[in-house]
């Protein structure tokens, strides 16, 4: 069955497919949230993918609160469930028919282009024009990895696949400039230019808006050339995955009273940073979101991307609640049962009941993701 054969505008022009890839705590579900919105402006219908090792995904329910249409794949990155990434597509067209679908692969996850990209245009390129593909960076956290600064950062097994996310791109995008300086930006496109030869590089702020209009229009407008296929050592990868811990849980949160909600949240992120940096943990990105009972539409989304950062609330609840429930998803370089250890400790200090608010762990999830076994791969000389 061909996928698009529900949607009457598919059925005379392809959909567009639009992957925005990058290392964890790049800022990609912020940035795709402006695109989304950006393309529901133009009256073009959107449909959204993410994607992640296990389940109960932070982004999945961002996205969700802000009224798109989100299929979530888990289990696997795209390169390991092709499948189950058609199959979301199908299901999407059946239910919203996008015009335009925007995936976001896992972020520890590379080799895109040939497990994704290239089958997608080989097994159903009449129906897809794949858009170039957009690697999302920190510009701290670049900085850090091409040795620019010093700083806190991984270790080089999990810096190879960050290497080799820049490395495939069509478009490095470094995100979040308003954290560099001009002479800062410019060192850096620089390594950029030197390391990864070829790759278009713009810079862009999703939080602030600037910059987002020559990225969306290149993404938008362009089609991803075939180049020669990059090579990839997937041992040395899957060594790299395997030093990251994944957890994944769902608190159910109940006050004796009404409390603040982003408040609560701000605590509980510190607390968990805290628990992390004595455990010698580097933190990847600790993603929170805080979904009132009550209420319809309203999130909570707080975030923290490096171990010398501030917890940041990119979405603050607009009233207090009495009910809720946490999601928490922390992806960091550290055995998965000091991540498990850190949110125990974390729930026992914030929401023991000391001040009211009691949580329960309702779902939990830890582990270190497996040797990436792709669907398919096509290798292009």
């Known amino acids: 069955m061909s996928i698009m054969e529900t949607s009457p505008v598919n059925a005379v022009k392809q959909a567009r497919y639009i992957m925005v890839g990058g290392?964890?705590?790049?800022?990609?579900?912020?940035?795709?949230?402006k695109l989304a919105k950006h393309l529901s402006e133009q009256g073009l219908r959107v449909g959204l993918i993410t994607n992640d090792q296990g389940n109960q995904l932070v982004d999945t329910a961002m996205l969700a609160?802000?009224?798109?249409?989100?299929?979530?794949i888990s289990g696997g990155c795209f390169c390991c469930r092709f499948n189950s990434l058609v199959d979301a597509a199908k299901r999407l067209a059946a239910d919203s028919r996008p015009d335009v679908f925007i995936a976001e692969p896992v972020g520890s996850c590379t080799d895109l282009v040939a497990t994704v990209s290239y089958p997608l245009r080989r097994i159903y390129g009449d129906e897809f024009a794949i858009a170039p593909l957009s690697v999302l960076i920190d510009p701290v956290r670049a900085q850090r990895v091409l040795g620019l600064v010093e700083g806190g950062k991984f270790s080089e097994k999990v810096s190879y696949i960050y290497r080799k996310q820049l490395e495939e791109a069509d478009i490095i995008v470094i995100n979040k400039r308003e954290l560099l300086t001009e002479p800062e930006l410019v060192r850096l496109r620089q390594a950029l230019a030197e390391h990864f030869p070829g790759r278009e590089v713009l810079e862009a702020s999703a939080r602030t808006g600037v910059g987002l209009g020559d990225?969306?229009?290149?993404?938008?407008?362009?089609q991803q050339?075939?180049?020669?296929?990059?090579?990839v050592d997937y041992e040395l990868y899957a060594e790299g995955e395997a030093l990251l811990g994944w957890l994944n849980a769902t608190v159910d949160l109940r006050g004796d009273e009404p409390f603040d909600g982003n408040a609560a949240l701000q605590r509980f992120a510190e607390t968990m940073q805290k628990r992390l940096a004595e455990q010698g943990a580097q933190i990847a990105h600790l993603k929170i979101t805080l979904d009132p009972e009550e209420g319809i539409g309203d999130l909570a989304v707080i975030n923290l991307v490096r171990n010398d950062y501030v917890p940041e609330l990119s979405q603050e609840l607009q009233d207090p609640l009495q009910a809720g429930q946490l999601i928490v998803n922390v992806r960091a370089e550290v055995a998965p049962e000091i991540l498990k250890s850190a949110l125990d400790e974390a729930l026992v200090s914030c929401f023991g009941g000391g001040e009211g608010v009691r949580g329960v762990l309702e779902h939990i999830e830890f582990f270190q993701p497996g040797k990436p076994q792709p669907t398919h791969r096509i290798s292009v000389p």
């Open 23 to 33: 290392f964890l705590g790049a800022g990609k579900t912020t940035a795709i949230c």
């Open 65 to 72: 609160s802000n009224g798109f249409p989100v299929e979530e």
């Open 215 to 222: 990225w969306f229009q290149r993404i938008t407008t362009q």
């Open 225 to 231: 050339v075939m180049r020669a296929t990059m090579p």
